[in-house]
């Protein structure tokens, strides 16, 4: 079993700057590929960015591209999206993935583990 908490969201303005973190527990973390996912009220949850596991290997959706850094620290267990020039259409839930097969995908399906989320509100 692998547990995921993600943390770091808030109400900001547009513009500024969030980062979401993400501490795992319970499975070497350092094996597995993590990613972020959001889901915006009324919508279907979508592929934000994923890391491999050594990190050498990113993924983002076009829409973050340039703006969404995702790293991850394996000696502290945690995976961060570093989110700047936030915009309106970012307000979602966002969520923590974890896939123990170690690849690097945008398919939710491809990921075992889910953290709870945590609630990111850009206002305009």
């Known amino acids: 079993q692998v547990q995921l908490v993600e943390s770091g969201g808030g109400l900001v303005q547009a513009g500024a700057s969030l980062r979401l973190s993400c501490a795992a527990s319970?499975?070497?973390?350092?094996?597995?590929?993590m990613g972020w996912f959001r889901q915006a009220p009324g919508k279907e949850r979508e592929f934000v960015a994923t890391?491999?596991?050594?990190?050498?290997?990113?993924l983002y959706t076009d829409s973050v591209k340039g703006r969404f850094t995702i790293s991850r620290d394996n000696a502290k267990n945690t995976v961060y999206l570093q989110m700047n020039s936030l915009k309106p259409e970012d307000t979602a839930d966002y969520y923590c993935?974890?896939?123990?097969?170690?690849?690097?995908?945008?398919?939710?399906?491809?990921?075992?583990?889910w953290g709870q989320g945590t609630q990111v509100t850009v206002s305009s």
């Open positions: 993935a974890a896939g123990v097969y170690g690849r690097s995908t945008v398919l939710a399906n491809e990921y075992q583990y």
């Open positions: 319970g499975r070497t973390f350092s094996s597995m590929a």
């Open positions: 890391i491999s596991w050594g990190g050498g290997r990113t």
